[in-house]
């Protein structure tokens, strides 16, 4: 694709493009490419890369495939011209070590790039700076930083593995304008509250988790099928909290022919009690893990530590109200989006138990990213202060 023809382009050209413009439009386009392996390169982060010279791409790739080649490999096995004067634009600092592909510094300075341009640096202890380093040592013009705000935003679940070694969790409500997530009277209320524009917007997100978590309440009481249906993409894993194991085994998530990962989290105490219900949710391909209970409770960083190990890199916590509490007592929230239809409920479910009580003043509060309007909802995304 030749970049310089893009009305964008023409129009920073006539302003006397700076450099760094030119640079965010590229970076723009690693991050257009890393986007495509969205859902399926977790817990490996998302990466793109394009080789530039005068203001022509000459050659792009992205990390397709957890596993595959990385990103820069992609994008240079497809040049095979000379690299006199061009830019390799990319938004993680290259890799330095061996992993299931050697490492792509090597392959940078084989092929004799002069210049590279990088939005972030890895934190991955095997690179953290030591890719910049090697690079800059042997003779590459490297620029760091570029969209840097962006980069670290489209990674977010990588950075967080990489700090705590624990999935990235995303709690989404939806409620009424008085805050409740189910009306009292269940019978006569409609199978969603928010409007169908609202409901896409949660499968889209759904196919970009690498699993959805529920409680057993919700498996129990609304029986949902918790995949993506109203876009394309892949469906989650599903993880379903159920300390006191009240599951039936005969709900929708345990068809029988289960084609995903569904994961059902449960105390041992609860579990040494239903044995041949744990055999028979195993035989149908339930992976079954077993936790230590405290107050009949599972505790939270144990769970989540567990579900990263099984390479769960990423969460979308869909409910209910226990659930949403548990996730908020354990100050465990890293972002959330609470899509309010224009509804009033009277009594109801609230999002969140009563039973607990936060100071105002505490630590644990969130700040507003962004404020949108979704059909006739109002959707408020907010993320960890
Ligand atoms: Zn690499």
Redesign the pocket.
Same mark, same amino acid.
């Given at each position: 694709m030749d970049v310089s023809s893009c009305p964008l382009f023409l129009l920073l050209d006539r302003r006397r493009v700076t450099s760094n413009s030119v640079h965010e439009i590229f970076m723009r386009e690693c991050f257009k490419l890393a986007r495509r392996g969205t859902g399926f390169v977790s817990p490996n982060p998302m990466v793109g890369c394009v080789l530039v010279r005068g203001g022509k791409i000459l050659a792009s790739g992205y990390h397709r495939r957890f596993g595959n080649a990385?990103?820069?490999?992609e994008c240079l096995r497809t040049y095979r011209g000379n690299t006199h004067g061009t830019t390799l634009y990319v938004n993680l600092e290259? *890799?330095v070590h061996q992993?299931k592909?050697p490492? *792509?510094v090597d392959l940078i300075l084989q092929r004799g790039i002069p210049n590279v341009v990088i939005a972030t640096r890895d934190v991955n202890p095997l690179v953290a700076g030591k890719g910049i380093s090697r690079l800059r040592t042997a003779g590459v013009d490297v620029k760091v930083g570029v969209l840097e705000r962006e980069a670290r935003e489209l990674n977010r679940f990588f950075f967080k593995h990489m700090r705590t070694r624990m999935p990235y969790v995303h709690v989404k409500i939806a409620q009424t304008l008085d805050g409740k997530i189910a009306p009292a009277r269940k019978r006569s209320a409609p199978r969603y509250l928010t409007s169908p524009d609202s409901l896409k917007l949660v499968h889209i997100s759904r196919a970009e988790y690498d699993a959805v978590l529920v409680g057993a309440g919700t498996i129990i009481e609304d029986d949902p099928q918790l995949n993506v249906r109203l876009v394309k993409g892949r469906d989650p894993a599903v993880i379903i909290l159920d300390g006191r194991l009240r599951v039936s085994g005969k709900e929708k998530t345990f068809a029988a022919k289960i084609q995903r990962q569904v994961i059902l989290c449960t105390t041992a105490k609860a579990a040494s009690a239903h044995r041949r219900k744990v055999e028979s949710l195993r035989q149908k391909g339930v992976r079954v893990l077993e936790f230590a209970s405290r107050n009949s409770r599972i505790d939270l960083t144990t769970m989540l530590s567990s579900l990263y190990d099984l390479r769960i890199g990423s969460v979308l916590v869909e409910g209910g109200r226990d659930v949403f509490t548990q996730f908020a007592e354990a100050r465990m929230i890293d972002e959330m989006s609470i899509f309010v239809a224009p509804k009033v409920c009277g009594s109801g479910t609230p999002a969140f138990s009563d039973g607990v009580s936060f100071e105002l003043g505490e630590a644990f509060g969130f700040k507003t990213t962004a404020v949108q309007k979704i059909g006739d909802d109002t959707l408020i995304h907010f993320s960890k202060a």
């Open positions: 990385h990103a820069e490999v290259p *890799c992993g592909t490492p *792509c």
